[in-house]
């Protein structure tokens, strides 16, 4: 419950500091202040279970280890985020402290999405979380692809949530017991019902917008690729790994009694988010274009934790938030210092800036999920996940067929640091500093960490 306050008031607070003062160092620190408060009022909850503001009398609301746990990793990755791309974020526009507040109202729909208790605030935490997002998205008026990229993702997104209140207005006239308390949604061990049957259809529409799962994927490339290259970093991170755990609270509160009944529908989402997704990997030559398609593949292996919902896919489900979000920050940071986006702007890049490539690198090797990274135990757990179900164990193998071709697109942007000559100079030793490299190690050397000692982080859960 604090993160909901904290994350709100920090927010509010950040919209007046343009008007406090014009020092953009000032309203970085403020903002790097608040969601320091943000994880540690969160980590307070999680260890003591003492909230500062309760709504438990309400039922509306409801925490326990695994949600703050999860929160703490957004948290966590959203501070690494704003050390690492602060300063970028004041560059993109004059209104600084207007970026910032958005960005914490982001994280406020983030932790309504964690811990909602009834369907009415799912589709709260959804809109808060994601109407923000068509604002950042669009926030470079100077470029048209961006403001296009807005228009889109605003029209996609109203649509989708016109869904999602469909479908919550099926579950609530099909449930006997007439409430929208997902703990109060008894389906039993029977048939489905019909209006609750469609009603989930409604859900896993509506859902796998806000996740960008095939085939509700279509508007993910042309946002990340349209919005500035610091938001895009933020929204397919924090915002999409929200999803996925509103999705997983979902299910396993509402329909996780029939889970025989649904599990084929999301086997098929996830086999079609891996297959467009990486197959159209392939042919990128812009890396940030590569990786606003591979990071609809990443939905599907957390889409596993959906179609799992056991022990293995919880704990999954947040060491893949980490090691994803720190590997796509960290690229996206690097994007973000070069003057070519294509595969050619890499060319020569360990010669020129050795440590940089270094990073790069271990980012890519763990969102292929090679051993000693995150993203390998990241995936192991999503896929051991599958198997403790007893069903559908060709998913595994196809999931595993498909982190093999990721392999093909990752290895490429390698290949050109190390193995291609350098045409130009892409980074400036002017934009690459000392901070800025000291958190690209800080990111790899935890990227590593949690490759070998998950427990680090998954110990939290069982608090």
Same mark, same amino acid.
């Not at 604090?2 to 970085?28: C, D, E, L, P």
């Not at 939905?299 to 980490?322: H, I, Q, T």
């Not at 350098?422 to 958190?439: C, E, T, W």
């Given at each position: 419950?604090?993160?909901?306050?904290?994350?709100?008031?920090?927010?509010?607070?950040?919209?007046?500091?343009?008007?406090?003062?014009?020092?953009?160092?000032? =309203?970085?620190?403020?903002?790097?202040?608040?969601?320091?408060?943000?994880?540690?009022?969160?980590?307070?909850?999680?260890?003591?279970?003492?909230?500062?503001?309760?709504?438990?009398?309400?039922?509306?609301?409801?925490?326990?280890?695994?949600?703050?746990?999860?929160?703490?990793?957004?948290?966590?990755?959203?501070?690494?985020?704003?050390?690492?791309?602060?300063?970028?974020?004041?560059?993109?526009?004059?209104?600084?402290?207007?970026?910032?507040?958005?960005?914490?109202?982001?994280?406020?729909?983030?932790?309504?999405?964690?811990?909602?208790?009834?369907?009415?605030?799912?589709?709260?935490?959804?809109?808060?979380?994601?109407?923000?997002?068509?604002?950042?998205?669009?926030?470079?008026?100077?470029?048209?692809?961006?403001?296009?990229?807005?228009?889109?993702?605003?029209?996609?997104?109203?649509?989708?949530?016109?869904?999602?209140?469909?479908?919550?207005?099926? =579950?609530?006239?099909?449930?006997?017991?007439?409430?929208?308390?997902?703990?109060?949604?008894?389906?039993?061990?029977?048939?489905?019902?019909?209006?609750?049957?469609?009603?989930?259809?409604?859900?896993?529409?509506?859902?796998?917008?806000?996740?960008? @799962?095939?085939?509700? %994927?279509?508007? $993910?490339?042309?946002?990340?690729?349209?919005?500035?290259?610091?938001?895009?970093?933020?929204?397919?991170? =924090?915002?999409?790994?929200?999803?996925?755990?509103?999705?997983? /609270?979902?299910?396993?509160?509402?329909?996780?009694?029939?889970?025989?009944?649904?599990?084929?529908?999301?086997?098929?989402?996830?086999?079609?988010?891996?297959?467009?997704?990486?197959?159209?990997?392939?042919?990128?030559?812009?890396?940030?274009?590569?990786?606003?398609?591979?990071?609809?593949?990443?939905?599907?292996?957390?889409?596993?934790?959906?179609?799992?919902?056991?022990?293995?896919?919880?704990?999954?489900?947040?060491?893949?938030?980490?090691?994803?979000?720190?590997?796509?920050?960290?690229?996206?940071?690097?994007?973000?210092?070069?003057?070519?986006?294509?595969?050619?702007?890499?060319?020569?890049? @360990?010669?020129?800036?050795?440590?940089?490539?270094?990073?790069?690198?271990?980012?890519?090797?763990?969102? $292929?999920?090679?051993?000693?990274?995150?993203?390998?135990?990241?995936?192991?757990?999503?896929?051991? @996940?599958?198997?403790?179900?007893? %069903?559908?164990?060709?998913?595994?193998?196809?999931?595993?067929?498909?982190?093999?071709?990721? @392999?093909?697109?990752?290895?490429?942007?390698?290949?050109?640091?190390?193995?291609?000559?350098?045409?130009?100079?892409?980074?400036?030793?002017?934009?690459?500093? /000392?901070?800025?490299?000291?958190?690209?190690?800080?990111?790899?050397?935890?990227? =590593?960490?949690?490759?070998?000692?998950?427990?680090?982080?998954?110990?939290?859960?069982?608090?």
């Amino acid at each position: 419950m604090n993160a909901i306050i904290f994350s709100a008031v920090w927010g509010i607070v950040m919209m007046f500091s343009g008007i406090i003062t014009k020092n953009k160092i000032t =309203i970085r620190n403020l903002a790097i202040a608040g969601i320091i408060l943000l994880f540690v009022v969160n980590a307070i909850e999680l260890k003591t279970g003492a909230a500062f503001f309760s709504f438990r009398g309400m039922n509306l609301m409801h925490t326990d280890s695994f949600s703050l746990s999860f929160l703490a990793v957004m948290f966590g990755c959203t501070l690494l985020y704003f050390l690492l791309s602060g300063s970028d974020i004041l560059k993109v526009g004059e209104h600084g402290g207007e970026y910032f507040a958005l960005l914490f109202f982001v994280l406020c729909g983030v932790a309504l999405s964690a811990t909602f208790n009834t369907l009415l605030l799912l589709f709260l935490g959804i809109e808060i979380m994601t109407i923000p997002q068509y604002i950042l998205t669009g926030a470079n008026k100077q470029n048209l692809k961006g403001n296009e990229a807005a228009l889109k993702y605003f029209l996609m997104g109203a649509f989708s949530t016109g869904i999602l209140l469909m479908g919550i207005a099926f =579950i609530y006239g099909g449930n006997s017991a007439g409430s929208f308390f997902i703990d109060a949604i008894n389906l039993g061990q029977g048939k489905l019902p019909v209006m609750l049957a469609v009603g989930l259809v409604f859900l896993v529409v509506a859902l796998g917008f806000k996740v960008s @799962a095939a085939p509700f %994927h279509f508007w $993910t490339p042309d946002v990340y690729d349209g919005a500035p290259t610091v938001f895009t970093s933020f929204i397919s991170t =924090i915002a999409k790994a929200a999803g996925f755990f509103a999705f997983v /609270r979902l299910f396993q509160h509402v329909f996780g009694s029939v889970q025989d009944q649904w599990q084929v529908l999301i086997a098929i989402l996830i086999v079609a988010t891996l297959l467009f997704g990486n197959i159209t990997a392939i042919f990128q030559q812009s890396v940030k274009r590569m990786l606003a398609y591979s990071s609809i593949a990443q939905a599907g292996f957390l889409m596993f934790s959906v179609f799992a919902l056991n022990d293995w896919g919880r704990e999954g489900l947040v060491l893949y938030s980490a090691a994803y979000s720190l590997a796509t920050m960290g690229l996206f940071g690097i994007l973000l210092k070069m003057n070519d986006y294509t595969l050619d702007g890499f060319n020569g890049l @360990a010669k020129h800036q050795p440590l940089i490539a270094l990073t790069a690198t271990i980012f890519l090797l763990s969102l $292929t999920g090679i051993p000693l990274t995150a993203g390998f135990l990241g995936k192991f757990y999503m896929l051991v @996940a599958a198997v403790q179900t007893g %069903h559908h164990f060709w998913l595994v193998i196809v999931a595993v067929l498909f982190a093999a071709i990721s @392999a093909y697109y990752y290895f490429r942007v390698i290949q050109a640091m190390y193995f291609k000559p350098m045409q130009q100079v892409s980074i400036s030793p002017a934009d690459a500093g /000392r901070g800025f490299k000291l958190m690209l190690v800080v990111l790899a050397v935890l990227i =590593i960490v949690l490759g070998i000692y998950p427990e680090l982080l998954l110990g939290w859960l069982y608090h």
